[in-house]
Nanobody, 129 residues
Framework: EVRLVESGGGSVQAGGSLRLSCAAS????????IGWFRQAPGKEREGLSC???????????YYVDFVKGRFTISNDNAKNTVYLQMNSLKPDDTAVYYC???????????????????WGQGTQVTVSS
């Protein structure tokens, strides 16, 4: 059974940084992807980033345009944890952040939530102005 647990959320002021963690267990695939999504109140869940992992090695990573240059996805295979480093945070970044797993590498449509099979419970990020 795949289990994903997010942590690292919190409250910061605009311009601040947070690092979210996604601790994964039960992933037995040689190739898989971890994606990060977020959902703000009254809005649909949106994809932020995806990283492909092959035999524990990072392969490709992808970002949606509005987080490029601010967010960085990375993987620590020894800890079975994927991180999302978020810098230069804005009030519009306020949302619940989720990680999700796919038993295939990041696809061309990695930003669609239907691509993913397992989800974490989410972690709240609040950015104040």
């Amino acid at each position: 059974e795949v289990r994903l647990v997010e942590s690292g959320g919190g409250s910061v002021q605009a311009g601040g940084s947070l690092r979210l963690s996604c601790a994964a267990s039960g992933l037995t695939f040689d190739d898989y992807a971890i994606g990060w999504f977020r959902q703000a109140p009254g809005k649909e869940r949106e994809g932020l980033s995806c990283i492909s992992i092959t035999d524990g090695t990072d392969r490709n990573s992808y970002y949606v345009d509005f987080v490029k240059g601010r967010f960085t996805i990375s993987n620590d295979n020894a800890k079975n944890t994927v991180y999302l480093q978020m810098n230069s945070l804005k009030p519009d970044d306020t949302a619940v952040y989720y990680c999700a797993s796919d038993s295939r590498p990041c696809s061309a449509t990695w930003y669609f939530q239907d691509e993913y099979e397992n989800w974490g419970q989410g972690t709240q990020v609040t950015v104040s102005s």
